[in-house]
Nanobody, 126 residues
Framework: VQLQASGGGLVQAGDSLRLSCAVS????????MGWFRQAPGKERQAVAA????????YHADSVKDRFAISRDNAKNTVYLQMNSLKPEDAAVYYC????????????????????WGQGTLVTVSS
């Protein structure tokens, strides 16, 4: 399966962006999907994730009430709507997928994701 992330760019603080992750070579309903980000000099951080059914979601505390993950199975695409962007949100954003479906597993654990996209850069100016 291949993941293609897009939608990043340069925005001002307070602006919005929507990231997309197109899945090919597989059916989206088979995959738990996650968005992760990594800023220069920092560790990779889980931002948001969604289960195969969409009934379980995860959003990092730092993005709750500002970011929202969603999935459109018909389009084989997962989205990350990012509102009220802050300079500290600047990073390379990666989408990731796994076929794991154990509800006891944390959606945010990056070690459980097998497939990774190439990343899309988000820059936020103050």
């Amino acid at each position: 399966v291949q993941l293609q992330a897009s939608g990043g760019g340069l925005v001002q603080a307070g602006d919005s962006l929507r990231l997309s992750c197109a899945v090919s070579g597989g059916t989206l309903t088979s995959y738990r999907m996650g968005w992760f980000r990594q800023a220069p000099g920092k560790e990779r951080q889980a931002v948001a994730a969604i289960s195969q059914t969409g009934l379980r979601t995860y959003h990092a505390d730092s993005v709750k009430d500002r970011f929202a993950i969603s999935r459109d199975n018909a389009k084989n695409t997962v989205y990350l709507q990012m509102n009220s962007l802050k300079p500290e949100d600047a990073a390379v954003y990666y989408c990731a997928a796994t076929t794991r479906s154990n509800v006891r597993e944390p959606l945010s654990d990056s070690r459980l994701y097998i497939y990774w996209g190439q990343g899309t850069l988000v820059t936020v100016s103050s």
